[in-house]
């Protein structure tokens, strides 16, 4: 069989996190009961009239200077006609010939080393509404809820010649975007969606193959198996003499299966034209360099700052940066007690034990750094002993308590009272001859056995060292 070689574009749509929609001021909120969330502007009322969102600009330019593009001084709007029911207007407003941004790129790195993939062009677009078909049975609904939400589609060049690079160039560009706070980019929710267009050629062969389509990618396991998928489907096409067909097909992740949905239309299909509703927007120097001068620290220069400044191992440094709510989580709370090596023990341990076990992301975290920099003090100043500490971060983790009240009411406060532990280390030591005989016989893991004992009848509130100690004082008698 011949060798061939995987071509991979992108098209990545984002939801922007702006308060309300990119030409009224409806809000962009999720859910709310249908339609509510609507005027005449974002509906398509006839004679209503678009006005542009400042922030939706400032966001898109943010994103295009942080993915080291140009951005386009003088930029304007296009209609892009076509007709669907979840598109009242009958076009949708997008840029075509003079898009926000252009001409720019991110590096990557995979196994096979670094890499930049480029960026051709960011435009800021209008989502649709949605089509609900199955709730009656002769009808399909439309909501335009989500009708004029902003979004911003990043076009990468077709550079990408694995699901590999396709995933690493996914993930640098959501680190990016959320970190900008532009948006969450979450793909489950589908505020970032992926569309791959994929070809195959010979290996060394210059010319591009016909490339297809892929939409409804939700995950990036999804991308994976789906690129995987429509190259081996296009090889098996080549190697049968036959030809690939330029089309859209959705990729059915339960099936893993794609399908044609319909043959790829060209741009001129949609008979673009400038908006005459829309002013041109003309962007100044200094309006780009106060945008520059704005933006946050961004992943890899938090990454140099942590190995820097504070004592923690490489690969926590990674994990705690791979999501900017850890990432800030983590800093906070180590400014407050001072302590970064047990912040990041304790989100490095436990809070990812317990997302991994709720089946949740970093961005789900929902208790505040505060209770969690006050936990690390009550267990360092010996008022609560290590397994009380998992116990009650398990409660900050889940409902976000005050963690001293909590200790408090629930009487977790360790022992320290050594009349007490004296006399349940006696009763321990009078339940457990055989123990006892071991350690007295040269057999000091014995203890071990004694020390867990005291702490279950003390209900775990003790100091293992001191129970530790106190036994073996007491053995020694
Ligand atoms: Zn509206």
Redesign the pocket.
Known sequence: MKQYETVIGLEVHVELATKT?IF???STAFGGAPNTH??P??TGMPGSLPVLNKQVLEYAMAVGLATNCKINQYCKFDRKNYFYPDNPQNYQISQLYLPICHDGGIEIETETGKKVIGIHEIHMEEDAGKLIHDEWEDCSLVDYNRS?VPLIEIVSEPDMRSAQEVIAYLDKLRLIIQYLGASDCKLQEGSMRADVNLSVREMGAEAFGTRTEMKNLNSFRAISRAIENERERQIDLLEAGKQVVQETRRWDDAKEYSYAMRSKEDAQDYRYFPDPDLVPVVISDEWIERIRAAQPELRTEKLIRYREEFDIPDYDAGILTSSKKMADMFETAAAICGKPKKVSNWLMGETLRLLKENNQEPEDMRFSPEHLAELIELVDSGTINGGVAKEVFAEIFAHDIDPARYVEEKGLKTVSDTGALREAIAEVIAANPQSVADYRGGKEKAIGFLVGQTMKAMRGKADPGMVNRLLKEMLAE
């Open positions: 929609k009224c001021g409806c609507t005027c502007v974002c004029g």
